[in-house]
């Protein structure tokens, strides 16, 4: 039961970190001179790097808001997941946790098949935050399921 | 108010023309003399003998009894009688004393050299549209009050380029602009140097516009700072700013998260409150048929105030459960 419990939280918490670092690093693009996306471009220069905002058109600030939004929910699904582990009453199933885990699942999805399809430059190679982000969705999917199927014990 | 250059380390052993130039407020100042009379606590005796010189009247009792004595006169004599009396004042004035002067030392020794240097701030970057005019803002802190010599420069220097031209010049009260480079009867200073403002409006933008401008301000004698520079960028057509669209995504599926999670609450409170007022409504129709017998019909508040009473009830009810 224990080993249970440990691998369902270690799954959610890898979850939330890859989510984070997806979010929060600008490498969803690479290319010889630089990386792009989601916050900032880089290249390269002669002088060094010089790094600009992010182009400001809308599907770029969707998936801005859509990462951001499925780290939220990560987020209160762990919170919801602790609360619950204590307060449930025995055999009940952990909704709340799974709804929120699920709907993360979801935004990410979106986020990546958004950036996918909008994306400017379609020969340039796929930056780790971009591979991360695809990782992340079956792996909170499949968190958001078990913790569906999950009953409390004790 | 001047502070002096001499006035280093808390004026322990320049009492004379540094103890001058502080104890320039007026005696009646009772708070800022308490402060520097704790400065004398701190002192030699030899400066406190400075102190009964500046202020010729001396406190009028010399009764060593105590400080109870003293409390009819200024605060100022107060303080003074109570380090002539010496010894008779107990550890824990002496500490709160020491606290002061520790205090005054670091705000008015260690202060004013540290900042001498002026601030100067600006936008970080600004946007604009071809053909519109822009208003480039410079405003500067400083310790010392403005002086009549206070200037202003501005710079330009275009993207890519490494040249930096002057393009206005606000000195000795005379604003000066450009009047041969790129920005000819382009620039015009609209700014207030007696309120800190060294702002310039720049008129007509075009695409060639697009660079830094760097404004710094001097106002003697504090000259020593960092020019602030402000980018600008001309588009044609204004973008969205960025994080509108993110924030307004982010701001919408919270709400409506929040909002779910209350509806939901209320209407299993609803659904709650409705069974058992279901109730509340018979006893009172029997209520109100029982009263009615006696007096004329019954006030409406009764009601309200009996599933007021019930929905209470309810709640408390619903906690326990919680719980």
Redesign the interface.
Known sequence: MLCILLGVLALHLLVFILLIVSTASSQWTVEAQGHTDLWYNCHSVSQGYRCS??????WI??V???M??AV?FCFVSLLAFAYQLFRLFKGGRFYFTSIFQILASVFVMCAAIIYTVMRPDSDKDYGYSYVLAWVAFPLSLISGLIYLILRKKD | MQSNGGWKGGGMGRAGPGMRGVVGYKPGDSGVSVVVLSLLAFCSPSSTLFFFWFFPSPPSSHAPSGVGTLPRQSPVRFAASVHFLGGSSNRSQKTMLRVLALASVVLLGIAPQASQAITVYTSWERHALVGSDVRLSCTFFSWRFISDDVSFTWRYRADGSRDTVSIAHYAGGEAYTDNKGVFKDRVEFVGNPKRRDGSILIKNLDFSDNGTFTCDAKNPPDIVGRPSSVRLLVFENL????????????GV??GLLVLIVVIYYLMRFLVARRVFSLNVSKHGKKKKEGSQQRQGPAPPADPSKMKAAASEKKKQESRKDKK
Not at chain 1, 53 to 58: F, I, L, P, R, T
Not at chain 2, 240 to 246: D, F, M, N
């Open positions: 905002q992010a182009s400001n058109e809308d600030q969707a801005q808001a859509l951001i939004l939220v | 973008p969205i700013q960025a994080g509108v669209i993110t924030g307004a995504i982010i599926v919270l």
